[in-house]
């Protein structure tokens, strides 16, 4: 691989493009939950229905999961994440036009841009797979897993001027047009290759699905990561809603309330990545460090959720959701380079498994909150069920993960 970058180690180029990337997913899938404010109200749409749009993207994402990882692991990460990206960023800009056409073709649209964002995670897994040395892998998964939470707290705020300024097609079209850009420096910047030795295997290319499936430290990952994911999308979904409704604020400030808890993840998790790289270079074992980064995550959660309902004001809710979003960083120290630790040649491969269960959180726990909300009224009930589940998470992995090496 040639990277256009002298002053530091290549792969830093390569995990600064992915985390890009990722950032990109996030706003052009976030941007819909500032915007769906204002298209519920031109539109008509009730609670219920708002929820389903919100969350067949997820759909889509879900499908192309296991078959992104297994084309990164084939043929690798470059060429599956950067024609990713080209399909998602048309779809973004066409969102517009769909929604005017009819709900059906906007639920048409939502799901054709997850197909493509289906590939950014194992792509970006793969890549680190293929350029960043084994004692830096926690800080880099970190890091370009952390660009979901800046991508939020852009996609929020900026999501709300616009609508504010230029109406709630807009932001389609301006995240669109970025994520455009940034394919054209991906092929520019990066061609085929490695940074480091591709791991030893008796089996080069063959995927041993059985082992996989067959494996618990597999299965923790799955759990763990199926229960994280339902906190966060359930968080990106209804923030915005929730401070609008609980606590009466506009569109706009709305949007800017919602981006501080992003803000906290996104810090917390390359801290959380860079100590649990520290620890394990100081002997701690690959398996004790990501249980303990897990359990912060999983019942720091849980912790901060319950105590929501006690939220008095829109400043004690910020407060309370930024310390459930921060903890939330922890996991990207836990479960999300755990793939790594237990089969470094399969890891793109795992991550698909692992995240087509942790999509579905974003359809049912999505759209659930949704019918949850319009049933009771308010967001104690949906925030009770997610702690549950974060707790549900943190408890499975504690029993069943590892960070040994499991699978050649």
């Known amino acids: 691989m040639t990277v256009r970058a002298t002053r530091w180690p290549a792969w830093y180029t390569v995990v600064l493009l992915c985390f890009a990337a990722v950032f990109i997913s996030y706003i052009d899938r976030t941007n ?25 993207f997820f759909v889509g994402y879900l499908l192309l999961q296991v078959v992104s990882g297994t084309l990164a692991a084939r043929y690798g990460g470059r060429i599956v994440l950067g024609t990713a990206v080209i399909w998602w960023s048309l779809w973004t800009m066409l969102t517009p036009r769909a929604a005017y056409l ?69 932001p389609f079209y301006a995240f669109g047009l970025v994520g455009l850009a940034w394919a054209v420096t991906w092929f520019w910047r990066v061609a085929e290759g490695r940074g480091v030795p591709e791991e030893p295997s008796a089996s080069p290319g063959h995927v041993p699905w059985r082992r996989l499936l067959g494996a618990p430290p597999v299965w923790a990952i799955v759990v763990a990561h199926f229960c994280t994911n ?41 801290a959380a990545g860079t100590i649990a790289d520290r620890m394990m270079r100081r002997g701690r074992s690959a398996t004790v460090v990501r249980k303990i980064m897990q359990s912060i995550g999983s019942f720091g959660i849980a912790t901060f959720l319950l105590l929501l309902p006690l939220a008095g004001s829109a400043t004690t809710g910020m407060f309370l959701m930024c310390a ?18 237990i089969a470094p040649r399969h890891a793109s491969v795992i ?37 549950s589940i974060a707790i549900v998470g943190g408890v499975v992995f504690l029993i069943a993960g590892s960070g040994e090496r499991t699978i050649d």
């Not at 939950?33 to 067949?56: C, D, N, P, R, Y």
């Not at 059906?104 to 194992?122: C, D, N, S, T, W």
């Open 230 to 270: 339902w906190s966060l999308y359930v968080l990106l979904a209804w923030l915005p809603s929730y401070f609008k409704s609980t606590f009466g604020v506009s569109i706009a400030n709305a949007g800017l309330l919602s981006a501080a808890p992003s803000l906290a993840t996104f810090v917390l998790a390359n």
């Open 32 to 56: 819909i939950s500032v915007a769906s404010i204002a298209m519920q109200g031109e539109f008509g749409w009730t609670e219920t229905t708002k929820g389903i749009v919100l969350s067949s």
């Open 324 to 341: 459930a979003a921060g903890a939330l960083g922890f996991t990207l120290a836990g479960f999300a380079p755990n793939c790594f630790d």
């Open 351 to 387: 991550w698909g498994i692992s995240n087509t269960f942790a999509t579905i959180p974003g359809i049912v726990g999505v759209a659930v909150t949704g019918w949850l909300v319009q049933r009771t009224g308010g967001y104690t009930a949906p925030f009770v069920v997610t702690a």
């Open 102 to 170: 009819s709900l059906g073709m906007l639920i048409a649209a939502r799901v054709a841009l997850g197909l493509g964002e289906a590939a950014v995670f194992p792509a970006c897994v793969n890549m680190v797979g293929r350029w960043v040395p084994v004692e830096s892998r926690s800080r880099a998964v970190a890091l370009f897993m952390s660009g979901l939470s800046l991508g939020t707290v852009f996609a929020l705020p900026v999501s709300g001027w616009l609508v504010h300024a230029y109406g709630w097609p807009m």
